[in-house]
Nanobody, 119 residues
């Protein structure tokens, strides 16, 4: 099993910044994709950004140029730097880790952290 612990959410004014962190522990395998998804009230969960073990990144169009994902493999941690936040970024943000274990991809989720952008 893999445990994911998220931190860094909170309340911020429009135009502000937050940095989310997600630390993985447990049965860690080296080939993975880690990322962030978000779910706003009444909406489906959507992809925000992902990063692979080799450093390849992917972003939703709505956050390109504002959010930056990074990782520290030594700490099994992924970060999401969120700048120029907008009210529409308000959501619960979930960390995800998908890793290759014995020729099979397994998904793990964090508990979620609330991000609220409001004046």
């Amino acid at each position: 099993q893999v445990q994911l612990v998220e931190s860094g959410g909170g309340l911020v004014q429009p135009g502000g910044s937050l940095r989310l962190s997600c630390a993985a522990s447990g049965n860690i395998f080296s080939i993975y994709v880690m990322g962030w998804y978000r779910q706003a009230p009444g909406k489906q969960r959507e992809l925000v950004s992902t990063i692979t073990n080799s450093g390849s990144t992917n972003y939703a169009d709505s956050v390109k140029g504002r959010f930056t994902i990074s990782r520290d493999n030594a700490k099994n941690t992924v970060y999401l730097q969120m700048n120029s936040l907008k009210p529409e970024d308000t959501a619960v943000y979930y960390c995800n880790r998908r890793q290759l274990q014995s020729l099979r991809w397994n998904d793990y989720w964090g508990q979620g952290t609330q991000v609220t952008v409001s004046s």
